[in-house]
């Protein structure tokens, strides 16, 4: 049987002969509706490009990096019943500061910082979409409602790594994410050519040797292997730890220059 919270099969998946519970949320399920504009009682459902365009340049306004779209498919659904079945999905980015503090009190503070500025820009994008007549409902960037990571990547954002955190062309996995779920049924839903990093993370594996508290587990399954994220061990909200993101590649190195290398190794081994 599927894990809908972990994507393993949670009949074999197991760390040191014992089933584990993973997650990759570190929030609460719910977070309360901080939207300043009510939900229109009659939303419309055709947005149209010209719209569009002015709700991505409204949302860089804010400090938005990546805007995307997605369907809400079942495997991103990890609770609860969403209201809406499209997402506008956001991300900013988090300053090298912020991912090279050891962890402790003031990478823990940084890290809220950066979730409470995200969260804040998230409910002002529902707030753009309810005003002009659309209906929206903000997702928090820390809700546990929303497989976040795996709707950017369906947004063609980016892709999903083994460390269970999107990894995008910038600055690698160093980003949060958030979602707006609206009624729009004509959004540009999002395509992109990065499912090669999941090939290229198969052979890295340099964030599951740095996380100093083992929170990252290579286990096998019934479908081959896989990585968990141990939620029980993560301290990444607890205090700040980034270990995964400055350790990898992504992070530290140019994403074009990463694939063109990867993809010539590909041929040349070929």
Same mark, same amino acid.
């Given at each position: 049987?599927?894990?809908? #919270? ?32 009510? !939900? ?15 709700? !991505? ?6 400090? +938005? ?91 063609? +954002? ?23 779920? $609206? ?24 964030? +599951? ?11 096998? $399954? ?12 993560? /301290? ?5 730890? /980034?270990?995964? +993101? ?10 074009? #220059? ?13």
């Amino acid at each position: 049987m599927k894990n809908k #919270n972990s994507g393993c099969c949670e009949d074999t998946a197991a760390v040191n002969g014992e089933k584990c519970e993973c997650s990759c949320s570190c929030g609460f399920l719910e977070y309360p509706d901080e939207c300043r504009v009510p !939900e229109p009682e009659d939303p419309s459902e055709k947005a149209g490009t010209e719209f569009i365009g002015r709700l !991505e340049e409204y949302a860089r306004s804010l400090g +938005i990096r990546n805007i995307g779209y997605a369907r809400l498919t079942p495997d991103v659904i990890l609770a609860g019943e969403p209201p809406y079945r499209n997402a506008v999905v956001l991300t900013v980015d988090m300053a090298d500061d912020a991912v090279l503090t050891p962890p402790g009190r003031k990478a823990r503070e940084m890290n809220d910082r950066l979730y409470g500025k995200l969260a804040d820009l998230t409910f002002r994008v529902a707030d753009f979409l309810r005003i002009n007549g659309y209906g929206a409902v903000a997702i928090h960037p820390m809700s546990g409602l929303i497989d976040l990571p795996l709707l950017g990547q369906n947004a063609g +954002i980016g892709f999903k790594g083994r460390n269970g955190l999107l990894i995008s062309p910038g600055k690698g996995p160093a980003q949060k994410i958030s979602a707006v779920l $609206t009624g729009i049924s004509d959004l540009p839903y999002g395509s992109g050519d990065h499912e090669w990093i999941t090939s290229y993370c198969r052979r890295c594996g340099r964030c +599951i040797r740095a996380c100093p508290q083992d929170a990252l587990v290579e286990v096998e $399954t019934c479908c081959g292997s896989t990585v968990l994220l141990l939620d029980d061990r993560c /301290t990444g909200c607890s205090d700040g730890c /980034t270990h995964c +993101i400055e350790s990898c590649p992504f992070y530290r190195k140019n994403y074009e #220059n990463i694939r063109s290398a990867f993809k010539r190794a590909g041929k040349t081994q070929g």
